[in-house]
């Protein structure tokens, strides 16, 4: 055994989570201040270290990362990427096991917190760590997906109308949808349902509310929209 191997530094472990949410038409990024070195002052994507004794596995670790720093129990959580070297962290190797989230605004909002702030996911600043390239890779993941995927109805609160789900869609994915083929996919792909007497009331005729069918996870679908 080298002399010198004892004395080599543990590897860091931790699980960071790109949490995004739409407000305004944009995808926004939820991001923390760093109380501690490195990067104190600096801000970075919510993330801690994984607790063996607590955490039955990676995701596990994700989840309570996000209650205990946000109060945030994101409906969708997917684990994105797994991000390891020794030039990622100044404290010196380090592994990163990314997974990124979606939650709606009103749910942000519900939390009370005032110990995060929501960036635009497109127009970020420099970020600690290499948190600017995982949520590319997040964004890249999202956009792609939801071409052939229920994923952004969990941008959404929990009853929406179809032209919101037709506009979260757009927004995700950056490109219109014509309507009448939107809500004939919808019709065959039936992961959404209306909720019974539940209708949204404004200047407009009452509209019809949905809801993600009950104990559904993920619809994904044989062709793209």
Known sequence: MPANLSATRQIVVTVDVVLLTLR????????????????????ALPGGYIHPQQDDDAGAAAR???ADK???RAPYLEQLYTY???ARDPRGWSVSIAFYALVSEQALRRTGREVFELL?????????????????????????KSAYSSLPCYLLPDRFTLTELQQTYEQVMGVPLEKSAFRRKLADLGFVEPVPGARQTGQHRPAQLYSLKAGARLAVFERPF
């Open 120 to 144: 635009d996911a497109d127009a970020l600043p420099h970020l600690s760590f290499d948190h600017n390239r995982i949520i590319e890779t997040a964004l890249d993941r999202l956009r792609n």
């Open 64 to 66: 309570r990362v996000l």
């Open 70 to 72: 946000t109060r945030v």
């Open 24 to 43: 305004d038409g944009r995808l926004q990024v939820l991001l923390m201040r760093r109380e501690n070195d490195p990067f104190a002052g600096q801000l």
């Open 84 to 86: 390891a070297s020794g």
